[in-house]
C-alpha cells in the first residue's frame, strides 16, 4: 500500500508490485510509481494494482513529464480469450500449435516472410494486417503477465499460448531485424 516514503528519496530495486490505495496526482504520481522502475536482476515485469485513481488521471500525470506515455485502460480478465482467439485465427491454430518449440520457428517464419513480401510489395493492408497480429501477441503477453498474478486462471491453453506469445515478441521484427 502505497506511503508517503515511497514519493521521494526511497529506492528499493527489488520492488515488484505497487498496491495503491491513496489518491494521487502530479508529480507525487510520477515519483511514488516510479519507484518500481528500478534495475534488478530477475525483474521482469513490476505491476502496479490501483484501487483510487483512474487510468486517465495516471496518463495526464505521466504526460506532464513523459510526451510518449501510455497507460492501458482498465483491465478485463476475459482479454486473454478475446486476444488469444484473434491470435489462433491468425497464425498460431495450425500443425505446430501443439508443441511450442516447434511453433516457433514455423510462425516466425511465415509471418516474417509474409512481412518481406507486403513491404516489398507495397501492401498496405497486408502489412496493416501482419502489424496488428504482432500488436495482439505484445497485448497477449503484457495481458497474461498482469492477469496470471491476480486471476488463477486454470486453463493450461492460456498458459502454453503466453509461453508462446512471450517468445513470439521478441522475434517479430518490422525493422528489418
Do not use: C
Request: glycine share 6%.
Amino acid at each position: 500500500i502505497v506511503a508517503n516514503k515511497f514519493q521521494t528519496g526511497f529506492d528499493e530495486p527489488r520492488l515488484m508490485a505497487m498496491y495503491v490505495d491513496k489518491k494521487l496526482s502530479g508529480v507525487a504520481t510520477v515519483q511514488t510509481l516510479s519507484r518500481l522502475n528500478r534495475i534488478y536482476p530477475g525483474k521482469t515485469a513490476p505491476m502496479v494494482v490501483d484501487f483510487r485513481n483512474t487510468p486517465a488521471s495516471i496518463e495526464k500525470d505521466f504526460k506532464l513529464y513523459y510526451s510518449d506515455a501510455h497507460v492501458d485502460g482498465d483491465v478485463d480478465p476475459n482479454a486473454l480469450y478475446t486476444i488469444g482467439e484473434r491470435l489462433d485465427d491468425a497464425f498460431l491454430n495450425d500443425d505446430g500449435g501443439e508443441a511450442i518449440a516447434k511453433a516457433l520457428s514455423p510462425i516466425k517464419n511465415r509471418w516474417s516472410g509474409q512481412w518481406r513480401q507486403a513491404r516489398l510489395a507495397k501492401d498496405k493492408a497486408q502489412k496493416e494486417a501482419l502489424e496488428g497480429f504482432r500488436a495482439d501477441v505484445l497485448s497477449y503477453r503484457n495481458a497474461w503477465q498482469f492477469l496470471s498474478q491476480i486471476v488463477d486462471y486454470q486453463d493450461p491453453e492460456l498458459h502454453r499460448r503466453a509461453i508462446l506469445a512471450t517468445l513470439l515478441g521478441r522475434n517479430l521484427h518490422t525493422d528489418g531485424n
